[in-house]
């Protein structure tokens, strides 16, 4: 059974220090920034719930369907799906034999995954479990940029 979206955004606002959404370009977007103290904070995840120009291989515009995007960073990405794929041509997607549309399944994000994003539709309870320690690995690397940024001197 898929989790709500309330659940997710609960989990990444309550269970997280730090943590600020953000609604923007058909998404609301996840940041660590504690008080405030950048104008968005470091990206550590976003909840899509519609395609956009750019990111459609997901086909989110089928009723009920949203993607949980995750920015685990590069190692972890490389040790969940081997190497990095190149960056995609605008409107494109990242190369590889991943379905993109793929109901509650773990997949590089289909336009960022050459950033290290990770991303899955509709995950299921089992699902959202696994994808915990990702989301924590996301935040601590999210707090280790915000705090190189917010370094005093400056």
């Known amino acids: 059974m898929t989790i709500g979206i309330e659940t997710v955004h609960a989990y990444l606002t309550s269970e997280l220090d730090g943590v600020r959404p953000v609604e923007a ?87 960022y995954g050459w950033m290290g994003w990770v991303a899955v539709l509709c995950p299921s309870e089992p699902t959202f479990k696994a994808c915990k320690p990702l989301i924590a690995e996301a935040h601590d690397r999210a707090a280790a940029s915000f705090r190189r940024r917010v370094k005093p001197g400056r």
Do not use: C
């Not at 940041?31 to 120009?53: C, E, H, S, V």
């Not at 009723?63 to 685990?72: C, Y």
């Not at 990242?94 to 773990?106: E, L």
């Open 25 to 111: 370009w058909g998404e609301t977007s996840y940041f660590f920034n504690p008080g405030g103290a950048l104008a968005r904070g470091t990206y550590l995840a976003t909840i899509k719930q519609k395609d956009g120009p750019n990111d459609r291989a997901s086909d989110l515009d089928r009723d009920g369907v949203w993607r949980l995007n995750i920015g685990v960073g590069k190692r972890r990405f490389q040790a969940m799906f081997g190497a990095l794929p190149t960056r995609p041509p605008k409107g494109e997607t990242v190369k590889g034999s991943w379905d993109f549309a793929a109901i509650d399944r773990i997949v590089p994000h289909p336009v």
